[in-house]
Protein backbone atom coordinates (compact mmCIF):
# COMPACT_ATOMS: atom_id res chain seq x y z
CA UNK A 1 0.00 0.00 0.00
CA UNK A 2 1.47 3.61 -0.89
CA UNK A 3 0.69 6.11 1.34
CA UNK A 4 1.16 9.78 0.78
CA UNK A 5 1.85 12.39 2.50
CA UNK A 6 1.33 15.79 1.74
CA UNK A 7 3.97 18.54 2.95
CA UNK A 8 2.39 21.30 5.36
CA UNK A 9 3.73 24.05 5.79
CA UNK A 10 4.11 25.59 9.33
CA UNK A 11 3.44 22.11 11.10
CA UNK A 12 6.20 20.37 13.49
CA UNK A 13 9.22 22.47 14.43
CA UNK A 14 8.51 25.46 12.64
CA UNK A 15 5.20 25.87 13.95
CA UNK A 16 6.92 25.85 17.29
CA UNK A 17 9.61 28.51 16.32
CA UNK A 18 9.30 30.74 19.68
CA UNK A 19 8.12 28.36 22.13
CA UNK A 20 10.11 26.76 24.96
CA UNK A 21 10.42 22.94 23.61
CA UNK A 22 11.98 19.74 24.78
CA UNK A 23 13.90 17.80 22.03
CA UNK A 24 14.24 13.79 23.03
CA UNK A 25 17.41 13.21 20.96
CA UNK A 26 19.44 9.89 19.96
CA UNK A 27 21.33 10.31 23.52
CA UNK A 28 20.19 12.99 25.32
CA UNK A 29 17.17 15.55 26.32
CA UNK A 30 17.48 19.80 25.49
CA UNK A 31 15.46 21.80 26.14
CA UNK A 32 15.50 25.88 25.33
CA UNK A 33 13.65 28.20 23.27
CA UNK A 34 12.92 27.19 19.42
CA UNK A 35 14.97 30.19 17.57
CA UNK A 36 15.46 28.57 14.16
CA UNK A 37 15.19 25.60 12.08
CA UNK A 38 16.86 24.29 8.90
CA UNK A 39 16.97 21.80 6.66
CA UNK A 40 19.37 20.02 8.90
CA UNK A 41 19.28 21.20 12.57
CA UNK A 42 17.77 23.54 15.09
CA UNK A 43 19.02 26.49 17.23
CA UNK A 44 17.75 26.13 20.68
CA UNK A 45 18.58 29.44 22.85
CA UNK A 46 18.91 29.56 26.58
CA UNK A 47 19.52 25.95 26.29
CA UNK A 48 19.69 22.95 28.64
CA UNK A 49 20.92 19.25 28.87
CA UNK A 50 18.25 17.59 30.82
CA UNK A 51 20.38 15.23 32.54
CA UNK A 52 17.43 13.77 35.08
CA UNK A 53 13.99 14.35 34.43
CA UNK A 54 11.88 13.30 37.31
CA UNK A 55 8.06 12.94 36.88
CA UNK A 56 6.66 14.69 33.69
CA UNK A 57 4.06 16.42 34.97
CA UNK A 58 6.35 18.23 37.53
CA UNK A 59 6.94 22.39 36.96
CA UNK A 60 10.45 21.65 36.65
CA UNK A 61 13.38 19.28 35.94
CA UNK A 62 14.89 17.37 38.08
CA UNK A 63 18.35 18.14 36.64
CA UNK A 64 18.62 20.20 33.96
CA UNK A 65 22.27 21.55 33.38
CA UNK A 66 22.38 25.39 31.55
CA UNK A 67 24.19 25.19 28.23
CA UNK A 68 26.66 28.11 28.02
CA UNK A 69 25.69 29.43 24.61
CA UNK A 70 23.43 28.86 21.70
CA UNK A 71 22.97 25.30 20.95
CA UNK A 72 22.14 23.45 17.80
CA UNK A 73 20.84 20.10 17.19
CA UNK A 74 20.83 18.01 14.06
CA UNK A 75 17.35 17.31 13.01
CA UNK A 76 18.30 13.22 11.91
CA UNK A 77 19.32 13.18 15.83
CA UNK A 78 15.42 14.31 16.89
CA UNK A 79 13.06 11.20 18.31
CA UNK A 80 10.52 13.61 19.14
CA UNK A 81 10.01 17.07 20.35
CA UNK A 82 6.92 19.02 21.65
CA UNK A 83 6.06 21.62 24.71
CA UNK A 84 6.39 20.08 27.72
CA UNK A 85 6.86 22.63 30.63
Keep these: M ?7 SREGLEK ?13 IYTGKLSGVNETCI ?5 AIVFETGAFNDKVWK ?19 GVMK
Design 2 to 8: KRIVEKV
Design 16 to 28: LLGERITVFAANY
Design 43 to 47: LLTDP
Design 63 to 81: DAQPLPNDWYVVIAAIESF
